[in-house]
């Protein structure tokens, strides 16, 4: 599935960067767009549900797969991460970011009271989210923590999480640090 996603993910930055790859029979041309159609339709990437091209704020290409709309949902699993960073990448070349050695606390004066119950929380820093080290106690593989997916609010949700060591010590793969990031990059 992953393979299928980073195909996916890889040819949208090839269109975004103007690379081409003519050695392999492709470059990323408004012409080729159908040749790439056709072969996601004969399955040559595997099962794809949809692939939409933008480039300088233009919708160059826009297609569905497998009885997919552009109202469907769908999961794309740990491409969050990479799109969030992305994002992040993209909000620094635009924006004054802070420093990534910034407390994440300092983003959340509404959960104040859970950092506060939790001092070790206020050591974590943004890149101690990047990295996956937030020192949260979290195991992703065992299934997410229901107080997580029964939460309306998924932020807080990961941030009550308790802590299981110090922040930077040890990468705990951790889907919620996600949501977290993405509530950081809104504000």
Same mark, same amino acid.
């Given at each position: 599935?992953?393979?299928?996603i980073?195909? =996916?993910? &890889?040819?949208?930055l090839?269109?975004?960067?103007? $690379?081409?790859?003519?050695?392999?029979?492709?470059?990323?041309?408004?012409?080729? *767009?159908?040749?790439?159609? /056709?072969?996601? @339709?004969?399955? #040559?990437?595997?099962? &794809?549900?949809?692939?939409?091209?933008? #480039?300088? !704020? /233009?919708? =160059? *290409?826009? #297609?569905?797969?497998?009885?997919?709309? #552009?109202?469907?949902?769908?999961? $794309?699993?740990?491409v969050? +991460?990479?799109?969030? /960073?992305?994002?992040?990448?993209?909000?620094?070349?635009?924006?004054?970011?802070? !420093?990534?050695?910034?407390? $994440?606390?300092?983003?959340?004066p509404?959960?104040?009271?859970?950092?506060?119950?939790?001092p070790?929380?206020?050591?974590?820093?943004? &890149?101690?989210?990047?990295?996956?080290?937030?020192?949260?106690?979290?195991?992703?593989f065992?299934?997410?923590? +229901?107080?997580?997916?029964?939460?309306?609010?998924?932020v807080? /949700?990961? =941030?009550?999480?308790?802590?299981?060591?110090?922040?930077?010590?040890?990468?705990?793969?951790?889907?919620g640090?996600? *949501? @977290?990031?993405?509530?950081?990059? @809104?504000?």
């Amino acid at each position: 599935m992953n393979r299928k996603i980073n195909s =996916l993910l &890889i040819l949208f930055l090839l269109a975004s960067f103007q $690379i081409s790859f003519p050695q392999a029979g492709f470059t990323v041309k408004q012409n080729n *767009f159908h040749r790439l159609d /056709s072969l996601i @339709v004969t399955g #040559k990437f595997g099962k &794809i549900n949809s692939l939409i091209i933008v #480039k300088n !704020d /233009s919708l =160059l *290409f826009e #297609k569905y797969y497998n009885g997919f709309s #552009k109202d469907s949902l769908q999961n $794309i699993y740990s491409v969050t +991460k990479s799109i969030t /960073s992305l994002l992040f990448g993209v909000a620094a070349k635009h924006f004054k970011l802070p !420093d990534l050695e910034t407390p $994440i606390y300092k983003f959340f004066p509404e959960y104040r009271l859970i950092f506060d119950r939790a001092p070790a929380k206020k050591r974590i820093r943004l &890149i101690n989210l990047f990295t996956m080290t937030a020192g949260l106690s979290w195991d992703e593989f065992k299934g997410y923590p +229901k107080a997580f997916t029964a939460s309306k609010d998924w932020v807080a /949700s990961v =941030l009550r999480m308790p802590m299981a060591r110090e922040p930077g010590r040890k990468f705990t793969y951790n889907t919620g640090i996600s *949501f @977290v990031l993405g509530a950081i990059l @809104v504000k």
